[in-house]
Each structure stands twice: as structure tokens, then as C-alpha cells.
């Protein structure tokens, strides 16, 4: 009947509205089959009294009449009661992959595509949602329904009976014997699904590269590759779908033909009372039509199963490196329990007095890669303290940054905040302390004010306009026809970059952490405002730990200390008037930002 352990943990804070959904087509199964026992009565009562008025066909062709209306309202109500039952599934699973997703971070992130993600949320939980709606009581109410049925049948003549058991089994197990083709066919529909849908993003996100390049006309002649791939495997499931679909219809089919004609057998041979004959063939009628539905619910069966069995195989994915924070590292049950989670109070453990975050001679490597990343770096950021990281590019400075956020953890070494080492339980402390700012800064779709207000869930307006004023882009967003409500689209792309970036700034600077990361975070600007944030960094200086990944002079100039990072290494340090004396490799950069 295809249950497994993950569809069961699945169900999880749906229960009640499934159960609903399986009771409610029980119901309108056996309503349905009463329909047939009334109308079989009836029949029975035409032949012996010949009398349409008599009472008890009159009663019956009431009760008949009220079955069909109350069956037409159980309709209605499972409409509903389905839909209802549905969203709650794809709420409440979409909740679970989004949260484990965030546990994982990053450094998962990295290795899965878009389109992959996306047909996790789109098209395998609907499979999971269609399990649970429409095969799963289909099937229950068909089986419980046969049975009952059967049991009349074996009452009336055993061997009758016998028979049709023998076909509804029959009927249930061809399926079972197509299981692993169509495991393996569902799973091939998704794997060209996700690849279709991660290349038809890459082009949309990529337009502008693809115009640029001319390369349009090839990227559409490869989605149309991809799509017939995918149309392909679909058509592939289906084959295996209609042979197995042809199969059991052909079972079902012939198994009721037997029965009746062995019950007409049994009949002819005196064995069963002519009296039931009618009865019989009713109850046959009754037993195996709900069957017929079955033949097309079977689909969906395999592929709630094929659902499950992905999406549970990634959020059983592991992790040395998860992302832990209140409200990803409790598993909440469903989507209101995740809601109430969210909101609880967060940011609790931001540090008032001394920060001191500190490198002690850590070591890191990115999965696959053939070299470490980082090797042996020690440094030491503390309140008052501005520290610009300088080196070639691919050297390992946002990574460094990516280590103190917690996106990957150190292969040898420490990271401590405080005494605290950075691991699963502490990452959010780490979270909670640091503030940064991206070269890449992503702005999510809403208003600039909500995408401001994400630094700082509680802030007031005065302080979300204070910290626009600060980052520079207050006398912009004031220009603009709706002020901080102007709608940013999907990556904030009506935005120049250099804007986006001061938004983000905005964002970093209102949530007013003891500790501030800038990772070329000013790269964008032009010098007046490039000035203008270097000013305001300027003011912070004294009251925070400030870690600048630095690639203008201006910046460089504003730290205590610059490490000069090249291939993974801290290969000196010091002032800028000490390097400049001193490292060669510090006067070529000097030369080349000059
Ligand atoms: N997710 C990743 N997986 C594997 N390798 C990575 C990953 N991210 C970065 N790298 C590699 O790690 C090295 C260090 O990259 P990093 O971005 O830290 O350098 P960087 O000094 O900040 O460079 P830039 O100044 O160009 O931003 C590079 O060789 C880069 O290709």
C-alpha cells in the first residue's frame, strides 16, 4: 500500500485535517455502497411483490433518494476538507526543508543548484501533498469498503467469496510488482525536472550575460534539449503507469466476471439461495467499482513515494557545520509552531561590555579542494580595534569572513567570541555579535524599509532613517516616488549596485552589533560616498570591532592593523607605514589602488 517510516513523519501536524480527508471518502465509499444495497433490496422487493406503492419500496426509494443528496453535500465538504488537509502538508513540509536548509548554511547551499531547491518546494511536496489527499483515502476507503463486502459475499457462498479475494488481491499486488521500475522511473522525472527548471533560472538570471555574449540563441536550444529530456522521463513514467494501470484494470475486470458468473454457477447449482442472487450481485458491484478508482490513484501512490523518499534523504543530510540558531535548531512540527517560534525574542545574547574575537592558528579547506584554503591564521579583533585584511584576489579573505559568520568551520584551530568556540551550539552567538556587509549584497523582495528593518526587527522608525542617514542613501530613498516603501524587486536589480550596497549598509549598521564585517563592502561607490561611509565607519572605530576586507587606499588607511593575506596565509602584518617599508607585496597592491 506503499507506507513508509518518512511518509508517516511527514503527516506530522497534519494528522487531524489527513485523518479528516480519509474518514470524510470512507464515508462517501460506503454511502455510495449502501446506494447499491438499497437498490438491490429494492429490486428484490419489485420481484417478490410486483408493487411499485408498497411501503417498504417507497421507504426505499427514499432512503435512496437521501443517500444521492447526502452523498452530493460529502462531496462538497471533501472539497474542502481535501484542500484544507493539502495546504496544511505542503505548509508544514515546506517548513521542514526551509529549516533544515538554513541549519545546513551556506557551505550546503553552495552545492545544490537552484532548480533542484525549487522542484523540492514545487513538485515534491505536491507529490507528498497528492499522497496524502488522494491516494491515501482513496485507497483505505476502497479496501475497507471491498471487505466488508467480501465478508457478505463469503456469508453467502464461500466460494464466491474465496474468489474475490483472490482478485482484489490480485489487484493490490500488481503494483507492488512494478514498484522498483517506477521508483526508478519517478526518480529519473524529477532528477530532468530539477535540471530543466535549475537551467531555465541560470538563463533568467544570466540574461544579460547571454545577450551580451549573443549566446541567446544556443541557451535556447539547450533548454528545448533539456525540456525534451524531461518530457522524455515523464513520458517513460507514464509507459510504466499504463502497462501497470492496464494490468490491474485487466485483473479487476476479470475477477468481477468470475465472480458473478461463479455466483450465477453457485446459484444455477443450488448452492447459493436464489433469494440472494440479486443481493450478490450488488454486493459484487459495491465491492469492486471503488477498486476502479484505484487504478488512477496508483500514480500518485508511487509517486508520494518517490517524494518521500528524496525529501527525506535531504533532511536527513549531515552536517559537521550546522548553522544552529533558535529557531532552525529547534524543529518545530509545523508552520505555526515555526511561527511561534520566530516569534520569540531573538538577539538575546548580543554582548555589552569587551568583545575579542580570535583566530588562533586556524586551518581550512573547502570540500573538494586540493589545497587547504587557509593555513595557520591568528589574529585578534577587539572592541576598539579595525583590522583590514589586503591581498591578491583568491587569497582567502572572505573566507576568513565566512569562518568568524560560521558558514564553515575551522579544520584546525580555534575561533572563539569571548571565550566561546565557534561550533554548531555557539554559531549563533557568533550571529548575534556580527553585523557585515557583502560585496554581494542581496536584497529580498518587499520595500526598502522592511529590507532596512532586517537588521533590526524592533527598531523604530527614527533609528531605521538614522541608519539610512548614515549609510548614505537616506536622500535617495526620499527621492523616490513611495520614500521607504518603494517596492525592491526580486535581487533588488532596479537598484544600482552602488545603491544596493548602501542599502545594505543601512541594514548592517542598524543592527548595531558589537562586531562589523565590510568585505569590499564599499566597492561599488563612487568616492564622494565612498568618503562619506568611510566617515561614518570612521565614527564607529572606538566602539566597535571592525574587520574591513579592504581594496582602496582610504579604508586601508583607517585600521589598526592590516594583515597582508596571500594563498591562504598571513604573510605579514602590521601599520601601513610598516608595510609600506617593509612588504613588497603591501607596496604592489599600494601601487595598484593608488
Ligand atoms: N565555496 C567554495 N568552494 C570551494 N572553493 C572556494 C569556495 N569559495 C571560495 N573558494 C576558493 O577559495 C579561495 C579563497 O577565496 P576567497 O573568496 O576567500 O578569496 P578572496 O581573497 O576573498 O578573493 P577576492 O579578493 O577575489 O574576493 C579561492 O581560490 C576560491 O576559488
Redesign the pocket.
Known amino acids: 500500500m506503499f507506507i513508509n517510516k518518512a511518509l508517516l513523519a511527514f503527516s506530522k501536524g497534519s494528522e487531524s485535517k489527513i485523518s479528516k480527508a480519509i474518514f470524510l471518502q470512507l464515508i462517501i465509499t460506503l454511502f455510495s455502497s449502501a446506494v447499491s444495497v438499497c437498490l438491490s433490496i429494492l429490486i428484490n422487493e419489485l420481484l417478490k411483490s410486483m408493487q411499485i406503492g408498497s411501503s417498504s419500496v417507497s421507504i426505499l426509494i427514499g432512503s435512496i433518494f437521501v443517500l444521492l443528496i447526502v452523498i452530493k453535500f460529502l462531496h462538497r465538504l471533501n472539497v474542502r476538507v481535501v484542500n484544507e488537509a493539502g495546504r496544511s502538508i505542503k505548509d508544514n513540509v515546506r517548513a521542514k526543508i526551509l529549516q533544515k536548509l538554513f541549519l545546513l548554511g551556506p557551505?550546503y547551499a553552495?552545492t545544490i543548484r537552484t532548480g533542484s531547491l525549487t522542484s523540492m518546494f514545487t513538485t515534491r511536496v505536491e507529490w507528498l501533498m497528492n499522497y496524502y489527499t488522494k491516494y491515501l483515502p482513496v485507497i483505505l476507503s476502497a479496501v475497507l469498503n471491498a471487505g466488508i463486502f467480501i465478508i457478505f459475499l463469503m456469508y453467502v457462498d464461500i466460494y464466491t467469496g474465496m474468489v474475490s479475494i483472490v482478485s482484489v488481491v490480485m489487484m493490490l499486488a500488481i503494483p507492488m510488482l512494478f514498484f522498483g521500475i517506477m521508483k526508478e522511473k519517478g526518480k529519473k522525472e524529477w532528477e530532468e525536472h530539477a535540471t530543466y527548471y535549475s537551467e531555465c533560472l541560470d538563463g533568467l538570471q544570466g540574461m544579460v550575460s547571454l545577450k551580451a555574449f549573443n549566446a541567446d540563441a544556443k541557451y535556447v536550444r539547450d533548454i528545448k534539449n533539456y525540456g525534451e529530456n524531461y518530457r522524455k522521463a515523464i513520458m517513460a513514467h507514464l509507459k510504466v503507469t499504463i502497462i501497470e494501470g492496464t494490468f490491474s484494470e485487466f485483473f479487476l475486470r476479470v475477477g468481477t466476471a468470475l465472480t458473478i458468473a461463479i455466483t450465477g454457477l453457485r446459484c444455477a447449482y443450488g448452492y447459493v439461495d436464489k433469494s440472494f442472487l440479486i443481493y450478490s450481485f450488488f454486493a459484487i458491484g459495491a465491492a469492486f467499482s471503488p477498486m476502479f478508482n484505484l487504478i488512477s490513484a496508483w500514480h500518485l501512490g508511487f509517486q508520494g513515494v518517490s517524494g518521500s523518499y528524496s525529501l527525506s534523504e535531504f533532511l536527513d543530510t549531515k552536517s559537521e557545520n550546522l548553522m544552529e540558531n533558535d529557531v532552525i535548531g529547534r524543529e518545530a512540527k509545523n508552520r505555526q509552531e515555526l511561527e511561534s517560534l520566530l516569534d520569540e525574542k531573538h538577539f538575546q545574547n548580543v554582548i555589552n561590555g569587551d568583545v575579542r574575537l580570535s583566530f588562533n592558528k586556524v586551518s581550512f579547506r573547502?570540500?573538494?579542494?586540493k589545497k587547504d584554503?587557509l593555513k595557520n591564521i591568528s589574529f585578534e579583533l577587539y572592541k576598539g580595534k579595525t583590522i583590514a585584511l589586503v591581498?591578491?584576489?583568491?587569497?582567502?579573505?572572505?573566507?576568513?569572513a565566512?569562518l568568524m559568520m560560521g558558514f564553515y568551520r575551522a579544520d584546525s584551530g580555534e575561533v572563539t567570541l569571548n571565550e566561546k568556540v565557534m561550533n554548531n551550539e555557539n554559531a549563533a552567538f557568533f550571529g548575534d555579535n556580527i553585523a557585515a556587509v557583502w560585496?554581494d549584497n542581496h536584497l529580498f523582495y518587499g520595500s526598502i524599509y522592511e529590507n532596512i528593518k532586517m537588521g533590526k526587527p524592533s527598531a523604530t522608525d527614527e533609528e531605521i532613517y538614522e541608519a539610512a542617514k548614515k549609510a548614505m542613501i537616506y536622500d535617495l530613498i526620499m527621492s523616490l516616488p513611495e520614500e521607504f516603501d518603494t517596492g525592491v524587486d526580486e535581487l533588488g536589480s532596479r537598484f544600482s549596485a552602488g545603491e544596493r550596497q548602501r542599502i545594505a549598509i543601512a541594514r548592517a549598521l542598524l543592527k548595531d552589533a558589537p562586531i562589523l564585517i565590510f568585505?569590499?563592502a564599499t566597492s561599488a561607490l563612487d568616492r564622494e560616498n565612498e568618503r562619506y561611509i568611510g566617515e561614518t565607519i570612521q565614527s564607529l572605530k572606538s566602539d566597535k570591532a571592525i574587520l574591513i576586507?579592504a581594496?582602496r587606499l582610504s579604508t586601508i588607511s583607517m585600521a589598526d592593523e592590516i594583515l597582508v593575506?596571500e594563498d591562504?596565509e598571513i604573510i605579514d602584518r602590521g601599520n601601513r607605514q610598516y608595510l609600506e617599508e617593509n612588504c613588497e607585496l603591501f607596496r604592489r597592491l599600494i601601487r595598484g589602488v593608488k
Do not use: F, L, M
Open positions: 557551505e553552495d573547502y570540500k573538494g579542494a584554503t591581498g591578491p584576489s583568491g587569497g582567502g579573505k572572505s573566507t576568513i565566512g560585496q568585505d569590499e576586507i581594496h593575506v591562504g
